[in-house]
């Protein structure tokens, strides 16, 4: 077995924390949290690699922890110290690293106070999950494929893979372990300035039919939009949203919208919901899908996350994201929510609009593939404004007939969500995040796109 192999990155990582469990004194527990990726990395400009590499990374957090209160806390709360190392994989060099640690933390700990909202597992559950489609395609095999998609088009874009991998463990002798295998290739083609058309394919099996079919459709909106652009005046426009820019609208709601500190303290965008019993469309539903994302089922603390937490259903809100703190805090059982309590793996379930007829069903009106520059303009009320991106098209008797100026909308989702919601498309798009600041992102989103029969634009 390689000692770079995903087994033997696991098989280290645990005996490591053993290792480490053996140099506690008294009552201390020991928890330990892995992050770590083996990916590939390639640029993409003018249709062209232009820089590529590899990175390999292993991060691990420890929390020295005062065992001397539960892992649900004292009344007074438990006193700890938290840090993280990367790794070598070299055990005399780690070890080194992480005796060195435990003394730094055992002193921050001396000066600490108690913290009053500490929780972590002490009923030991161990997991192992390989969620490996088998389907990540090698590198010189995507690269070839990407060019020749690209013929003679400006195609820029990102294009990662490889091996994702989350461990936790803990001197109680927990062990949980999650490695997901996927690729994500962000990308635009442009035809001049400010006009391109952006597109993303991810997932665990790459499928040649399907990325093909995302290249003839930016390929045909490109020659679309070569043609003169319409201006239209400020007002209320009949509008399909694809399915990246619901992501965009959906993010806006998950920034407070779900989790449950946010909505005891009365900042969630969404508090109509549960303080008016306000709603959106009966079609929506929404949850935390962590059986069909690519986010560990288990969070930082050791506490396992269900298959799936229904948080809106028929339009109503349902339920929250609940961290170990915040069930600390309020006394609401968690359910194993990171500390931010936002989404890792969110789907909304998805409509009866086939795809070839959502330009009929519109007829007339604005086809939004992207948005961008989000922000609230009313928190309270969940209104967002922003700004149309890249392909939007103007479409009259269901066909595109010229790109749109940018524009700015400002509206809100109990709006395009719910009164002014037509109807939800039948085909669910998986969109891993791109994001790889630090490390690759294990989110995702799997959403449908929305037809508004009344959007509001205000430039």
Sequence with gaps: ????????????????????????????VLTASLSAEDSDFVRFNRGEVRQAGSVRQRMVTLDLIDGAGSGDGSAAGTAHAEASVQLAQDPTLDRARITAMITQLREQRALAPPDPYLAYATD???????????????????????????????????????????????????????????????????????????????????????????????????????????????GHYR?????TAVTELIDMMSWGGFGLEAHRTKQTPLLRMVTEGATLDPAIRISEDIAHGVAPNFQEQGYLRPDEVVLIDHGAYNDWLVSPRSSKEYGVPTNGASAGEWPMALAMGGGTLGAGDVLSTLDTGLYVGNLWYLN?????????????????????????????????????????????????????????DPSTYGGRSSASHRLPGALVDDMTFTL
């Design 1 to 28: 077995m390689s000692s770079n192999s995903p087994r033997s990155v696991q098989t280290y990582f645990n005996e490591l924390v053993s290792w480490a469990t053996s140099t506690l004194t008294g009552d201390e």
């Design 124 to 234: 030991v559950v161990s997991t192992d999950v390989v969620a490996d489609g088998g389907g990540v395609p090698e590198p010189e095999w995507a690269l070839d494929t990407i060019q020749r998609a690209a013929a003679d088009h400006d195609l820029v874009g990102i294009y990662a893979a490889g091996d994702v991998y989350h461990g936790f463990a803990n001197s109680l002798g927990q062990r949980n372990w999650f490695q997901s295998s996927t690729f994500n290739f962000d990308w635009s083609l442009y035809l001049q300035a400010d006009k391109a058309v952006k597109t993303l394919y991810a997932g665990h099996q790459w499928d040649q039919a399907a990325f093909e079919s995302k290249v003839r459709w930016a390929t045909d909106q490109l020659a679309v939009l070569a043609r003169p652009p319409v201006a239209l005046d400020p």
């Design 239 to 243: 509008t399909y949203l694809a399915p």
């Design 376 to 432: 609230f303009s009313d928190r309270a009320a969940c209104r967002t404004t922003g700004m149309t991106r890249f392909a939007t098209f103007w479409v009259e008797n269901g066909e595109i007939v010229a790109p749109a100026n940018v524009m700015r909308f400002d509206d809100t989702a109990f709006h395009l969500l719910g009164s002014n919601l037509v109807g939800l498309s039948s085909e669910v798009e998986t969109m891993l």
